[in-house]
Nanobody, 122 residues
């Protein structure tokens, strides 16, 4: 079955960096658009970024533009999110997900990982 496993989250001070990974199995990775979403306590799940098999990315959410970079390694079936200059408001559970369409809507994503917690202290 399809499995998406996120890793790389943790506790970091404001201004620091983290690199999230999402290892995919049970699917033909290169066929899917891969996305990152996040959800803070009490808030709705928010689109962060997405990327095609050819490493073309959708526009980033305004809140992360210029600080986050999405990438993928199709040979390793792995999606990445490099997060720099982290802010306390970036604190959330980060999820990776797959889609067969070009969308920022979470409803358009079919398979989801379990999430990885990112906490940014001020």
């Amino acid at each position: 079955q399809v499995q998406l496993v996120e890793s790389g989250g943790g506790l970091v001070q404001a201004g620091g960096s983290l690199r999230l990974s999402c290892a995919a199995s049970g699917l033909t990775f290169r066929k899917y658009i891969m996305g990152w979403f996040r959800q803070a306590p009490g808030k709705e799940r928010e689109f962060v970024s997405a990327i095609t098999w050819a490493n073309r990315s959708l526009p980033y959410a305004d809140s992360v533009k210029g600080r986050f970079t999405i990438s993928r390694d199709n040979a390793k079936n792995t999606l990445y999110l490099q997060m720099n200059n982290l802010k306390p408001e970036d604190t959330a559970v980060y999820y990776c997900a797959t889609s067969d369409r070009w969308t920022t809507d979470a409803k358009g994503y079919d398979y989801w990982g379990q999430g990885t917690q990112v906490t940014v202290s001020s």
